[in-house]
Nanobody
Framework: QVQLVESGGGWVQAGGSLRLSCAAS????????MEWFRQAPGKEREFVAA????????NYANSVKGRFTISRDNAKNMVYLQMNSLKPEDTAVYYC??????????????WGQGTQVTVSS
């Protein structure tokens, strides 16, 4: 059974930084794409960043490119999201997700419980 557990959320002033962590367990993730999504109050969930567990290649939403960095630690089965130069519009619940490589369409198969990030102006 896949488990994704996020941590590291909190409150920060605009311009500050936070690092989110995701502990992944339950299977071998070498053939998965790990992603971060977020959902702000009253808005739909949106893609933030993705990383291939096997190759390390990354992809980012335009809104966070240059400010956020996704990474993974294969030995520890951890995925991270380093968030710098945070803006009030980054306020949301952030979710760690896992999706099999090659899957086309739809939201990721596996989701964590989410961690709240609040950025004050």
């Amino acid at each position: 059974q896949v488990q994704l557990v996020e941590s590291g959320g909190g409150w920060v002033q605009a311009g500050g930084s936070l690092r989110l962590s995701c502990a992944a367990s339950g299977r071998t993730f070498s053939r998965y794409i790990m992603e971060w999504f977020r959902q702000a109050p009253g808005k739909e969930r949106e893609f933030v960043a993705a990383i291939s567990w096997s190759t390390g290649s990354t992809n980012y939403a335009n809104s966070v490119k240059g400010r956020f960095t996704i990474s993974r630690d294969n030995a520890k089965n951890m995925v991270y999201l380093q968030m710098n130069s945070l803006k009030p519009e980054d306020t949301a619940v952030y979710y760690c997700t896992a999706d099999p490589v090659g899957k086309v369409g739809g939201l990721p198969d596996y989701w964590g419980q989410g961690t709240q990030v609040t950025v004050s102006s």
